[in-house]
């Protein structure tokens, strides 16, 4: 049977989702926008089988192939998503998956934008569905009704904005500029490649119990049409402010929801202090970003790589960095993992 194979990279948001204004839709309370991280890929190979049973090996970084189970809560959305994508096709064939990661997941490095956007591009391929992977925006749709809204944005190459809308045909994916567009750089610094204890779908349900919330979403869309011009402009500084306002919003949001979330250790800490003062110091220019999760994500220009870098070696919680350039979205590859 026929083998189809995605590799599908993470992102990272200048502007965040956090919260929903529709939880069966998974429609994001409030639009936003990322850049894709080259060395951040998910790569998933799929074909039908003749088993009784879906089989789903999954792989994350450094560790061994792990087989999923459909009774773990953890794997529902994914186990939810192949019986969603096998009820549109011609097909009640089940189907084998082995996918893996290059990156450590869970780690507030987007791992769920990179996986379920290569995972449902591949079931589209191997469930026939190719009109649905051939048309992005329709392919976006289908991604997002998986759950995670960060891969919805991962389909489609480099700077890529994620509409929040009132139904199903009115959210959807667009693209800013592509990846060839402008030199910017993502570092990300480790400090803890640990499990996050809060899963991003649980904190999008806790999202609107801050007194925060409100207030986010308000000021969101002057935020995002400044974003989507500093990208066009390639202006690293007005780009960097937007980000680290929205980032620090969204932050906290997370902290005054009900229970409260908090992502960041000292390290995350550290690192603010010092992009602040690389900036005013150093001048340096340099701006973090972070996720769900303790790692920061630090913005800037390829010309600035190596002074970043040699600054971070200086910085005694980091435990690894992972340097991304703006990458493409989803792509078949003919590298199958089976
Ligand atoms: O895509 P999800 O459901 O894992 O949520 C992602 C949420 C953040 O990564 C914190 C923000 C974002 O827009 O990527």
Known sequence: MKKYTVTSPANIAFIKYW????????IPANSNISMNLSSCLTTTTACLTDSKEDEVLVRFHNQKYQKLSPKDHKSKALFAQIKRIRKLSKYNKKVKIYSQNNFPADAGIASSASSF?????????????????????????????????SAVRSCMDGFVKFKTGKDHDSSFATQIADHNHWDLIDIVAIVDDKKKKVSSSLGHELAETSSFFNQRIKDISKRMKACEKAILEKDLKKLGEITEEDCLSMISVMMTSKPSVIYWNEGSISLINSVYSWRENDNLPVYFSFDAGANAHLITEKKYQTKVLNKLKKNPFIKSTIINNVDKGTRITNKHLF
């Open 19 to 26: 919260g929903r204004s529709d939880h069966k839709l998974f």
């Open 117 to 149: 956007s290569a995972l449902t591009s591949v079931l589209l391929l191997t469930y026939e569905l190719k009109d649905l992977f051939n048309n992005k925006k329709e392919l976006s749709k289908q991604i997002r009704l998986c759950g995670s809204g």
